[in-house]
C-alpha cells in the first residue's frame, strides 16, 4: 500500500545534540513539507520541496535543516540551534495539481513527538 | 499577515445542530482549498476539498468558497459526538506552498 511513513513516533533529544526525523514516501509525490505543531495550536511550516535537491524555507526554519537527495525521502534535522524544539513534527507529501490528477490534497504521516530533556 | 487565518473557537454545538467553521486567506492566487480534521495526537486527515466558487456537498460536510472575498467555510450537519475535534483549513498557494490555519476546536455535546 502506498504511504509515508515517519521514524521514530517518540524522539528525546539532549540539550545541545542534532537529531535527524526520517519520513519517507512511496506515493510517487514530488513535493513534500515539514510542518511544526505545539499543543492547541494549527500546523507551521518548517520547510518544503518541491523536486529532488531543491528546497525553499517556510516560515519558522531557523534551527532546522532538510536535504532532499531522493524523491522519497526527506529528512528533517533539528539542530542545536533551535532553542525550543519540543513540539509535534509532521511530514506531508502531495501530488501537483493540474487537469486529469486528481484531488491535490496533502498525506500525512503519523508524526513524531520531540521532546528535549 | 498571516496567510490563513480562522477563529480557533472552541467552538460548542449541542448534537444535531450544525457546526459552521470559517476561514480567512490573504493570497488572491490561491488555488485550491481544504479542511482537514485532526483528533488530538493524531495526523490531519482530509474531510472536504474546494477549488471553484460555490457550494460542495459530500454527505453531512459542505464547502463554501467565496474568491471575492477570499472566504472559505465548513459547515456540519447533524453534528455527531465523534465529528469533535480540531479542523483545519489549508491554503494551496502560487508555488505550491501549503498552508495551514491555526485550526478551530469544535466540541459536539451529546
Known amino acids: 500500500d502506498g504511504g509515508i511513513t515517519q521514524s521514530p513516533k517518540y524522539l528525546f533529544r539532549k540539550e545541545g545534540q542534532n537529531v535527524t526525523l526520517s519520513c519517507e514516501q512511496n506515493l510517487n509525490h514530488d513535493a513534500m513539507y515539514w510542518y511544526r505543531q505545539d499543543p492547541g495550536q494549527g500546523l507551521r511550516l518548517i520547510y518544503y520541496s518541491q523536486i529532488v535537491n531543491d528546497f525553499q524555507k517556510g516560515d519558522i526554519a531557523e534551527g532546522y535543516s532538510v536535504s532532499r537527495e531522493k524523491k522519497e525521502s526527506f529528512p528533517l534535522t533539528v539542530t542545536s540551534a533551535q532553542k525550543n524544539p519540543t513540539a509535534f513534527y509532521l511530514c506531508?507529501?502531495?501530488?501537483?495539481?493540474?487537469?486529469?490528477?486528481?484531488?491535490?490534497?496533502?498525506?500525512f504521516g503519523q508524526g513524531t513527538r520531540l521532546t528535549v530533556v | 499577515q498571516k496567510e490563513v487565518e480562522q477563529n480557533s473557537g472552541p467552538l460548542s454545538v449541542p448534537e444535531g445542530a450544525i457546526a459552521s467553521l470559517n476561514c480567512t486567506y490573504s493570497?488572491?492566487?490561491?488555488?485550491?482549498f481544504f479542511w482537514y480534521r485532526q483528533y488530538s495526537g493524531k495526523s490531519p486527515e482530509l474531510i472536504m476539498f474546494i477549488y471553484s466558487n460555490g457550494d460542495k456537498e459530500d454527505g453531512r460536510f459542505t464547502a463554501q468558497l467565496n474568491k471575492a472575498s477570499q472566504y472559505v467555510s465548513l459547515l456540519i450537519r447533524d453534528s455527531q459526538p465523534s465529528d469533535s475535534a480540531t479542523y483545519l483549513c489549508a491554503v494551496n498557494v502560487p508555488g505550491n506552498q501549503f498552508y495551514f490555519g491555526t485550526g478551530t476546536s469544535l466540541t459536539v455535546i451529546p
Open positions: 493570497d488572491r492566487g490561491s488555488q485550491s
Open positions: 506531508a507529501s502531495k501530488k501537483r495539481q493540474g487537469p486529469g490528477r486528481g484531488v491535490p490534497e496533502a498525506f
